[in-house]
């Protein structure tokens, strides 16, 4: 179980859920909590240090986010970063002004002295800056620790009140020693020693799961993605059977994925809870029919989704608390501190207005995808599912152009499979972030044998992306391509003609819908 902890008081920034991983990854661990929470809630989560994060605003606006100067003298050492740094020095006496010249992105950092944040820090640094105001003055008895050609204060510190803080924001990449800074902090003045793991967080969050729940009942939408997997799994571990995950198969799903998931959760899996799969298929598709318009599809799939999962809930009966995968890309930050507004989720958009629970359990929305992924492999999930590339909510409705039919599903289906096929094949499934096979709803004339074919063309899309904001189509073998083609236009029937899209993002999207 960890004990160490180190809480993040969120002012607004863009990086706070990064400083926070930052931490984690030093071996600490650490949440974000609303700049609003108050001194006694946090002392008593008795954590080793707090972290003030930037935001957007000026301290000396009395519109302003502050937080009461007591927090300083609590005893607790304190980091504060960018606005969080002059959140200290203000609150504390020194100045803040609207600097003669604002600092965005790569600068140079020189360090004047290598007491304790700074202490792993060459003479000059590259940091990370980006604000309007700027510290003039450091309040009394603080000591100025960096600076920069037009910013005095970069960084400055009390080692005597614990109290530190960086202009600068180190925990963005870009900051060449941002870990061995924050580092710093949590191993120096907070005197935490690093004892968390991914393994405690399973720990701790069972434990705190089963705490919670007591003997109440709680749902699960399970899609079979990485996300709503992990916090099934979690949660079986920690309540059993108390535990009903609702498995909804609405026939737009890739090939075999639905016997893949029953195999993994179902009766005959390794998990400790109640599965039901749903074949809801004939529904989506009845509903389906006709429609060409893509948002209409995907508001179509979304609402059918969340009546399946309505019906199923109430045969269930009464459930005290229902379960979300979200994870915290998620989450947005809609307003200052208060970063614990969820996003609908695109897979169950606004489930929770249609069943009732008492509260939602969403065990991961403090991670990132590559901590889920961490998480889940702590737990036993197969490699295959931790490592599933992202499918959409709407799956193969929106990879189905114009109107969705059960024979055209089949063929996108069985296309994609050998597309999938052939990139593992090639060793190119972990290089290639996101692939799949698309049905164009164009036909055209081709010749197979000596017959004239007016068949479908299938479309391969494959991604190479960091965040799936932004795309490059993948420079897939040429050789590789070929197989494929030859493949698909053999095996599955009905296609005559395959085509490589090779738009990017923008000004193309991911998905073809
Ligand atoms: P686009 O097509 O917008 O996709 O470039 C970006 C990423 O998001 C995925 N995506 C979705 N995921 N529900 C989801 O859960 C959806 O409705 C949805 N639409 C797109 C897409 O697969 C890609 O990874």
Same mark, same amino acid.
């Not at 479908?456 to 590789?480: G, H, I, S």
């Given at each position: 179980m960890n004990k160490e902890l180190i809480i993040v008081l969120d002012f607004g920034g863009q990086y706070n859920q990064l400083i926070a991983r930052r931490v984690r990854e030093c071996g600490v661990y650490c949440e974000v909590q609303p700049y609003t929470m108050s001194i006694d809630d946090i002392k008593k989560k008795n954590p080793k240090g707090i972290i003030l994060t930037g935001g957007p605003n000026s301290v000396y606006d009395m519109a302003s986010p502050h937080y009461d100067k007591a927090l300083f003298q609590c005893g607790i050492p304190i980091l504060g970063i960018c606005y969080g740094a002059q959140l200290m020095a203000w609150s504390l006496g020194g100045q803040v002004k609207t600097a003669p010249v604002s600092e965005y992105g790569k600068t140079e950092v020189t360090v004047a002295s290598r007491k304790t944040l700074m202490k792993d820090v060459p003479d000059t640094t590259i940091a990370w800056m980006s604000h309007t105001d700027y510290i003039e003055k450091v309040p009394e008895g603080f000591e100025i620790t960096a600076h920069t050609p037009v910013c005095p204060v970069a960084a400055f510190e009390c080692d005597e009140l614990k109290l530190y803080a960086t202009q600068f924001h180190p925990e963005v990449e870009h900051s060449r020693q941002g870990k061995e800074i924050l580092s710093a902090f949590v191993y120096g003045p907070c005197g935490c020693k690093g004892d968390w793991q991914m393994d405690s967080f399973v720990e701790a969050t069972i434990k705190e799961i089963r705490d919670k729940v007591g003997d109440g009942k709680v749902l699960c939408a399970l899609s079979g993605g990485v996300d709503s997997s992990v916090a099934a799994v979690l949660l079986s571990k920690a309540v059993g059977k108390q535990l009903t995950c609702v498995f909804v198969d609405h026939g737009l799903l890739r090939k075999n994925e639905g016997d893949e998931v029953e195999a993994v959760f179902g009766p005959d899996g390794a998990y400790d809870?109640?599965?039901?799969?749903?074949?809801?298929?004939?529904?989506?598709?009845?509903?389906?029919?006709?429609?060409?318009?893509? @948002? &209409? *599809?995907? $508001? !179509?799939?979304?609402?059918?989704?969340?009546?399946?999962? =309505? %019906?199923? +809930?109430?045969?269930?009966?009464?459930?005290?608390?229902?379960?979300?995968?979200?994870?915290?890309?998620?989450?947005?930050?809609?307003?200052?501190?208060d970063s614990s507004v969820i996003k609908s989720h695109h897979n169950v958009g606004g489930l929770p207005d249609y069943v009732d629970f008492k509260e939602i359990i969403e065990p991961l929305r403090m991670l990132f995808k590559d901590e889920v992924r961490k998480a889940g492999l702590e737990l036993g999930i197969p490699e295959y599912l931790v490592f599933r590339q992202?499918?959409?909510?709407?799956?193969?409705?929106?990879?189905?152009?114009?109107?969705?039919? @059960? &024979? *055209?599903? $089949? !063929?996108?289906?069985?296309?994609?499979?050998?597309?999938? =096929? %052939?990139? +593992?094949?090639?060793?190119?499934?972990?290089?290639?972030?996101?692939?799949?096979?698309?049905?164009?709803?164009?036909?055209?004339?081709?010749?197979?044998?000596?017959?004239?074919?007016?068949?479908?063309?299938?479309?391969?899309?494959?991604?190479?992306?960091?965040?799936?904001?932004?795309?490059?189509?993948?420079?897939?073998?040429?050789?590789?391509?070929?197989?494929?083609?030859?493949?698909?236009?053999?095996?599955?029937e009905h296609v005559n003609r395959v085509f490589y899209d090779c738009t990017g993002k923008p000004p193309g999207t991911i998905e073809f819908e």
């Open positions: 809870l109640n599965f039901i799969r749903v074949n809801a298929q004939q529904r989506f598709y009845d509903k389906l029919a006709g429609v060409t318009e893509p @948002e &209409e *599809k995907r $508001k !179509i799939i979304g609402e059918e989704f969340i009546r399946v999962f =309505e %019906e199923e +809930a109430q045969k269930i009966g009464a459930v005290d608390y229902l379960v979300q995968g979200t994870i915290y890309p998620d989450v947005i930050e809609s307003g200052l501190g992202p499918f959409p909510g709407p799956g193969l409705g929106i990879r189905i152009i114009g109107e969705v039919t @059960e &024979e *055209k599903v $089949k !063929i996108v289906q069985d296309a994609d499979f050998i597309y999938r =096929e %052939e990139i +593992a094949a090639a060793g190119l499934d972990k290089e290639v972030n996101q692939y799949f096979a698309a049905l164009t709803n164009m036909r055209s004339v081709g010749v197979m044998g000596d017959f004239r074919t007016y068949d479908y063309a299938v479309a391969l899309r494959a991604v190479t992306t960091n965040d799936f904001m932004t795309a490059e189509a993948a420079k897939l073998p040429w050789e590789l391509i070929e197989k494929v083609t030859t493949r698909i236009i053999n095996e599955v």
